[in-house]
C-alpha cells in the first residue's frame, strides 16, 4: 500500500512569512495526526482529526497554527506568521482508528522541514 | 509526570555487539509502550511494543524489557548490524490497548551508530 504523501519535503522562509503544509494519508485511514519534531527532540503531537472531526488540538499554537481535513482525506497545517522557534520537521502520520491496539499502528510521512530564518 | 525520560542521547556500538537503550516514566498510568525507529529523512516506524502484564517481549534482535515497579523500560538490540544504525525513540500511552492513540507521549530519541 502507499505510504503517507506529504509535500513540500523542504521550506525555507523568513519569520512572519506564512507557510502550509499538505498530507495525504493512507487510503481508508480514519484517523490522521500532525506532529512537530523539533531537532533533538520526540514528536509532539499538535493535532489530531477522525475523519473530518478535531479529537485533540490542546498543543497546537492557534494563535499562529491552523489544520483543516476537508473531506476526511487529505489535510493541510498552516503557519502564519512564522517564528523562529518554528523551526522543526512536521510530520503528518495517520492509522486505521484512535485507540491503540496491535493493529492499529500510526504509519508517518517522511515530515517537511521548516527553517524559519 | 508526563514526560518520557531517555538516554543515552547517543550511541556508538561496534558490529556484532549489543545495543541498549532506556527509557522511565513517572506517570503510573502509562501502559503501552512502543518503540519507533526512524532512519534520517523518514518518519518515524513502529518496531516493537509492550504492555505491562509481561516484563520482556522479543521480535528477532530486537527485546523490550520492562521493569514495572521501578518504571523503566529498555530496548535491547542483540548482534547490532549497521543497518540498524538509527534514531529510536520510546514511548509511552495511558489507556493500554482501547487507549486514546492521542495520549502518546514520545521520548527524546537516541543516536544509534554501528560501527563495521
Redesign the interface.
Known amino acids: 500500500e502507499a505510504g503517507?504523501a506529504q509535500s513540500p519535503r523542504y521550506k525555507i522562509i523568513e519569520k512572519r512569512q506564512s507557510v502550509a503544509f499538505w498530507c495525504n494519508p493512507i487510503s481508508g485511514h480514519a484517523?490522521l495526526?500532525w506532529y512537530q519534531q523539533i531537532l533533538?527532540?520526540?514528536?509532539?503531537?499538535l493535532i489530531?482529526f477522525q475523519n473530518n472531526g478535531v479529537?485533540?488540538d490542546s498543543q497546537l499554537p492557534k494563535d499562529r497554527f491552523s489544520a483543516e481535513r476537508l473531506k476526511g482525506v487529505d489535510s493541510t497545517l498552516k503557519i502564519q506568521p512564522a517564528k523562529l522557534e518554528d523551526s522543526a520537521v512536521y510530520?503528518c502520520?495517520s492509522?486505521p482508528?484512535?485507540?491503540?491496539?496491535?493493529a492499529?499502528?500510526?504509519?508517518?510521512?517522511?515530515?517537511s522541514r521548516l527553517t524559519v530564518l | 509526570q508526563q514526560q518520557v525520560k531517555q538516554s543515552p542521547q547517543s550511541l556508538i556500538v561496534q558490529k556484532g555487539g549489543i545495543s541498549i537503550i532506556n527509557c522511565a516514566y513517572e506517570n503510573t498510568a502509562f501502559d503501552y509502550f512502543p518503540w519507533y525507529q526512524q532512519f534520517p529523512g523518514k518518519g518515524p516506524a513502529l518496531l516493537i511494543a509492550i504492555r505491562p502484564d509481561v516484563s520482556e517481549k522479543k521480535e528477532g534482535r530486537f527485546t523490550i524489557s520492562f521493569n514495572k515497579s521501578a518504571k523503566q523500560f529498555s530496548l535491547h538490540i542483540m548482534d547490532s548490524q549497521p543497518g540498524d544504525s538509527a534514531t529510536y525513540f520510546c514511548a509511552a500511552a495511558p489507556g493500554g490497548y482501547g487507549g486514546a492513540t492521542n495520549k502518546l507521549i514520545f521520548g527524546t530519541g537516541t543516536l544509534l551508530a554501528v560501527q563495521p
Open positions: 503517507v484517523t495526526y533533538g527532540q520526540g514528536p509532539k503531537l489530531q479529537v485533540d510530520l502520520a492509522s482508528a484512535g485507540r491503540i491496539s496491535g492499529n499502528v500510526l504509519t508517518f510521512g517522511a515530515g
